[in-house]
């Protein structure tokens, strides 16, 4: 991607609200002209002489005129920019390893910090604040150009920020100058091990076959699916795994010791009796933790608290050298966490494990796992969560969103939590407004408008914004069809208000891709309704419509532009989403003899999903690879409807569509049984279809379960029974869930 820089003519400075202006301020360029050369010292470090260079480099992009950089050993001269520490200066001794300084004293301006790096955010934030640059993204950065460059001669700002761990985790975090620029740590940089690791630590492919007795004790048998920390074998083969892998890369600080992602700790008498004492598995795991961080006390032995592990144990300290890193996966990202009483739980959590250690990290989810670009307005809860982990003392933070995959408005999500990691009290929405105007241009108040409306819309729906949500609606909220025409429109406005400029039309056709997303998806939900992808012909046949089709084709190639390599967490690419589509176009809805018939629910199923409600299992829509809509779902229990045709009707075959998503708990039912009526009283049992056979399978697939009439058969009535497993198989079976069964469509042909 080729790097784009905006020049701003532009002659005014920023005002500082820190700074009153001096009467006689620094005049470090003038017309063009200067007498300031930039000192570093005579053994400067690597980042002294990187940072000097960076403040040259981007003064002649401001102003055109390239100051020269010498060495301290040289005479010290009437007007000079000192760069770290120099025998211009007294030593300064920061507290804190990212500090900064920007200090003027007499006809010298000093940038200075802590640690390795505190230097180069002194000359960013001087580049920011005094010159008015600005790096939106890695690839997008603002110079405004200025002939004259002054600043008060009274100037002193010192900061250190409010989290010593501070990252973000999205595209432009691969990119150094932006980290820098930032104030950013990259998570390869420093981790040795991240994340989910037992399986790393001791993998199950390698032990499990042999020792069973290593992994975790649930429901009566031995599972792969976490540790068994009892075990003293475990704690020998971990020591060793992490020593081996220390020894390979001694520069790392963080190493994660945690829990897999997955369910099913261990409840072997030994682990059962340390976690009744802790009040949980937590009690287990920092236990082990301790032992693992006694043998290394010059590493960060980092675990994380997350689902089972959520809450702090009841005895036992994480060791000085231990950190909890604790996550926010069931927050609702639509309201603040300290306000919010869904969030109680969390807000327990993190009280309690903030008053056992001063090592508290938060993992904080801000992106929508299952649809990286569909529309998520969270917006107004990033400045007051953050302000809310500093207040409660936590010290690093991870805001996790798409990685190395672009998303829903990743530069601007990015940069405001940027700011945030440095600053808790941040203003989001003077930043927003910035943001907008630099990087989308003329675009910016449509921009902002869809953003208003957006969050508007959400607030006044109440709906929860889930990081496992979807675009999907069957009621009036923020994403209902009105409203997507609406935000199209203005994106219509925003498009061509930038028409003459391609980087900023280039943002804005990126930054609707979430709406068009959203169409796309409903346009599947909705299948043969107003809104949906298909419509009849002249002769009545059900076709594609030629508009969603173009609009298949324009979405997958502006995502493909704007370098967009998965639609999800391990999901589609672009291109197999388009692969997707033409499939659906082809394979058409499922036109049959009972669309829109009645029906009833003899079992009620579940509304957790977006559907129809029973209307789902006869709309002629199918539902495709994802369980969160257009199935119908029973949990833990049968599935038994009865459709009612109305009239007495020939039928030569009933089939029904059920869904295997073994990953979140859907299993094909182990039998399926059609009964037919007359008169809605007396049925009578044609056949059982048995289900296949049972293995463990993480490939999501569809299955229709189909019965064949003998020629000449009638009925009104057609009661269907889904029979569920409700027990999972071993493979899936801990922690006392149950299995659904989803069904999409009774087709009667």
């Known amino acids: 991607?080729?790097?784009?820089?905006?020049?701003?003519?532009?002659?005014?400075?920023?005002?500082?609200?820190?700074?009153?202006?001096?009467?006689?301020?620094?005049?470090?360029?003038?017309?063009?002209?200067?007498?300031?050369?930039?000192?570093?010292?005579?053994?400067?470090?690597t980042e002294e002489l990187h940072a000097a260079a960076t403040l040259q480099n981007y003064l002649k992009k401001v102003s055109g005129l390239q100051l020269p950089i010498i060495k301290d050993s040289n005479s010290k001269?009437?007007?000079?920019?000192?760069?770290?520490?120099?025998?211009?200066?007294?030593?300064?001794?920061?507290?804190?390893?990212?500090?900064?300084?920007?200090?003027?004293?007499?006809?010298?301006?000093?940038?200075?910090?802590?640690?390795?790096?505190?230097?180069?955010?002194?000359?960013y934030t001087f580049l920011e604040r005094f010159l008015g640059c600005r790096k939106y993204?890695?690839?997008?950065?603002?110079?405004?150009?200025?002939?004259?460059?002054?600043?008060?001669?009274?100037?002193?700002i010192q900061e250190k920020p409010d989290f010593n761990y501070r990252e973000v985790y999205y595209p432009d975090s691969k990119d150094q100058t932006y980290l820098d620029w930032h104030k950013l740590t990259r998570l390869d940089d420093v981790w040795g091990l991240w994340g989910h690791s037992f399986d790393k630590l001791v993998p199950s492919k390698t032990y499990f076959g042999k020792h069973p007795e290593y992994y975790a004790w649930v429901d009566g048998t031995r599972k792969a699916s976490q540790l068994c920390l009892s075990n003293p074998q475990v704690l020998k083969i971990v020591l060793r795994n992490l020593k081996t892998q220390m020894d390979d890369n001694p520069q790392m600080k963080y190493w994660s010791v945690s829990q897999n992602d997955d369910l099913g700790y261990c409840e072997c008498n030994r682990c059962k009796a340390v976690d009744q004492q802790e009040g949980g598995p937590q009690g287990s795991i920092i236990r082990f933790v301790n032992k693992v961080a006694k043998q290394f006390p010059d590493k960060i032995i980092s675990t994380l608290a997350y689902t089972y592990s959520q809450r702090a144990p009841s005895l036992t300290k994480p060791a000085a050298n231990v950190q909890v890193m604790l996550c926010t996966i069931d927050c609702n990202r639509s309201k603040p966490i300290a306000t919010d009483p869904r969030s109680n739980s969390f807000k327990r959590d993190l009280k309690n494990w903030s008053g056992l250690t001063k090592n508290l990290f938060v993992w904080d989810y801000n992106v929508q796992f299952t649809n990286y670009v569909s529309p998520f307005p969270n917006f107004g809860v990033l400045q007051p969560n953050a302000d809310f982990f500093k207040l409660n003392k936590v010290k690093g933070i991870f805001f996790q969103g798409s990685g190395g995959t672009p998303a829903e408005f990743s530069e601007l999500r990015g940069y405001l939590l940027a700011k945030l990691t440095w600053n808790s009290k941040a203003d989001v929405q003077q930043l927003?407004?910035?943001?907008?105007?630099?990087?989308?241009?003329?675009?910016?108040?449509?921009?902002?408008?869809?953003?208003?409306?957006?969050?508007?819309?959400?607030?006044?729906?109440?709906?929860?914004?889930?990081?496992?949500?979807?675009?999907?609606?069957?009621?009036?909220?923020?994403?209902?069809?009105?409203?997507?025409?609406?935000?199209?429109?203005?994106?219509?406005?925003?498009?061509?208000?930038?028409?003459?400029?391609?980087?900023?039309?280039?943002?804005?056709?990126?930054?609707?891709?979430?709406?068009?997303?959203?169409?796309?998806?409903?346009?599947?939900?909705?299948?043969?309704?107003?809104?949906?992808?298909?419509?009849?012909?002249?002769?009545?046949a059900w076709i594609s419509k030629p508009a969603m089709e173009r609009k298949v084709k324009s979405f997958v190639q502006t995502a493909i532009a704007a370098d967009i390599t998965e639609l999800s967490e391990g999901g589609k690419t672009p291109d197999q989403y388009e692969q997707e589509w033409k499939e659906i176009f082809k394979a058409g809805p499922k036109v049959h003899l009972a669309i829109n018939a009645p029906l009833k629910a003899l079992i009620p199923f579940s509304e957790e999903y977006q559907n129809k409600g029973i209307k789902t299992l006869v709309d002629g829509s199918r539902?495709?690879?994802?369980?969160?809509?257009?199935?119908?779902?029973?949990?833990?229990?049968?599935?038994?409807?009865?459709?009612?045709?109305?009239?007495?009707?020939?039928?030569?075959?009933?089939?029904?569509?059920?869904?295997?998503?073994?990953?979140?708990?859907?299993?094909?039912?182990?039998?399926?049984?059609?009964?037919?009526?007359?008169?809605?009283?007396?049925?009578?049992?044609?056949?059982?279809?048995?289900?296949?056979?049972?293995y463990e399978n993480y490939d999501i697939a569809t299955k229709d379960y189909t019965l064949e009439l003998p020629t000449g058969f009638k009925s009104r009535y057609i009661k269907v029974k889904a029979v569920n497993m409700v027990i999972p198989p071993a493979w899936r079976n801990y922690s006392g869930r149950k299995t659904w069964v989803f069904a999409d469509e009774i087709m009667i042909l």
């Open 137 to 156: 993204a890695a690839d997008y950065e603002v110079i405004p150009r200025k002939t004259t460059v002054t600043i008060p001669s009274t100037l002193v």
């Open 432 to 540: 927003t407004t910035e943001f907008l105007s630099g990087y989308y241009g003329k675009a910016a108040p449509f921009i902002q408008q869809y953003i208003t409306d957006l969050e508007g819309g959400l607030k006044k729906a109440g709906q929860l914004l889930d990081i496992y949500g979807n675009p999907v609606s069957v009621h009036n909220t923020y994403l209902s069809p009105p409203l997507l025409d609406h935000y199209g429109k203005l994106f219509d406005q925003a498009e061509h208000a930038v028409k003459h400029s391609p980087a900023q039309l280039k943002h804005v056709k990126k930054a609707r891709l979430a709406v068009e997303f959203a169409v796309l998806q409903q346009s599947r939900f909705y299948g043969m309704e107003k809104h949906g992808a298909f419509i009849q012909n002249e002769n009545g």
């Open 1 to 45: 991607m080729i790097k784009q820089t905006i020049i701003l003519l532009a002659f005014t400075m920023f005002s500082i609200n820190q700074l009153s202006a001096a009467s006689d301020p620094l005049v470090l360029i003038s017309s063009g002209k200067s007498e300031y050369n930039i000192v570093v010292s005579a053994s400067a470090s």
């Open 77 to 123: 001269g009437i007007s000079e920019i000192i760069i770290g520490h120099t025998n211009r200066t007294p030593l300064t001794v920061f507290q804190h390893r990212d500090e900064l300084l920007i200090k003027v004293a007499a006809n010298h301006l000093a940038l200075n910090g802590g640690g390795t790096k505190g230097v180069l955010y002194a000359v």
């Open 623 to 694: 539902g495709y690879a994802d369980y969160q809509y257009n199935w119908l779902g029973w949990y833990g229990t049968n599935m038994e409807v009865v459709i009612d045709l109305e009239k007495e009707t020939p039928i030569n075959q009933v089939s029904t569509g059920f869904l295997e998503d073994q990953r979140h708990w859907a299993f094909l039912p182990t039998a399926v049984t059609y009964s037919f009526s007359l008169d809605g009283e007396k049925y009578t049992s044609m056949e059982t279809i048995l289900g296949p056979l049972l």
